[in-house]
């Protein structure tokens, strides 16, 4: 097989091409990839290593949820669905009753799911996870749609995040948190008040001290006030017994027996310890609260 070419360059020179050249070019290229080491991960003999961060399945930790819906209204898909119903509840301290949310089921549709991660980001709470588990797929897309309990088991799965790079900014709101200088306190503080506040405190405490005197009583007003001040002190009160139960040790009995239950069902053994844990917990609040 003879072409011509009637390049500006070559002068119309004649060119031989073999038949097949290009067929052999590509069974050498096979052949060099088939002699060499595959580098193929086989799955699912070789588990992935992903990384703290990756965006598999999202997950829910149902203490931290207080049925706010800003994930269900925020998500644009529609596909959270939460129930709950109202409890009243008597406070510790005395008081009128209080009102208590508590969450009956909360279920996210994967097959809806478009994995934005809105969700977590709205949430005020912190009760919605970026989990690196990604095997649930289902033969039935009915079944798709999982609940709290399965939702819950992904959440044991959460790695920690990573540390943060060397030289890197902290975040704005622990900037903010962090105690300011002594130095840069001192000089504005004697720069910008220098005398002002003096006679401002002064007159201050002679006009309340004849309002409540040790010999007479205290004015009605004055009683109105200290009474709607203890019962808007009626809620930190009570996250203060609420912060103390979550400082209970768990039953180390509890933990033992739903760790063998969980691992004898072939439960991975992150998630049973994490199930084992919340279930220690929840029998020693209960003994606390006997």
């Not at 912190?126 to 033969?139: C, G, I, R």
């Not at 103390?244 to 992150?270: S, Y």
Request: with cysteine.
């Amino acid at each position: 097989m003879i072409e011509t070419t009637n390049g500006p360059g070559n002068g119309g020179t004649p060119r031989k091409h073999l038949p097949g050249v290009g067929l052999v070019k590509g069974l050498m290229v096979t052949l060099k990839h088939l002699m060499s080491r595959s580098i193929t991960q086989e799955y699912p003999k070789e588990r992935p290593d992903l990384p703290p961060r990756s965006r598999g399945v999202i997950a829910l930790k149902q203490e931290n949820c207080t049925v706010c819906y800003k994930c269900s209204r925020e998500c644009p898909d529609w596909c959270i669905y939460i129930d709950a119903h109202k409890e009243t509840h008597e406070p510790a301290s005395g008081g009128r009753a209080r009102s208590v949310k508590v969450l009956d089921r909360f279920a996210i549709d994967y097959a809806l799911c478009m994995y934005c991660g809105i969700c977590v980001e709205a949430c005020p709470f912190d009760a919605l996870f970026w989990s690196p588990e990604f095997e649930y797929a289902e033969y039935d897309i009915t079944k798709l749609t999982h609940e709290k309990e399965r939702l819950e088991e992904w959440t044991y799965k959460v790695l920690p995040p990573p540390p943060l790079e060397i030289g890197a900014e902290p975040p704005d709101d622990v900037i903010q948190a962090s105690p300011p200088v002594t130095g840069q306190v001192v000089q504005p503080v004697s720069t910008g008040a220098p005398a002002a506040p003096p006679p401002a405190t002064g007159p201050t405490p002679p006009a309340e001290t004849p309002i409540a005197p040790t010999d007479q009583p205290a004015p009605a007003e004055a009683t109105a006030s200290v009474a709607a001040a203890g019962e808007e002190a009626l809620l930190p009160t009570r996250e203060g017994v609420r912060s103390e139960r979550v400082e209970v040790q768990p039953d180390q009995a509890t933990f033992d027996r739903v760790l063998a239950e969980e691992l004898a069902k072939g439960t991975e053994r992150r998630v049973a310890e994490g199930k084992a844990r919340r279930a220690a917990m929840i029998e020693a609040r209960k003994k606390a609260g006997s």
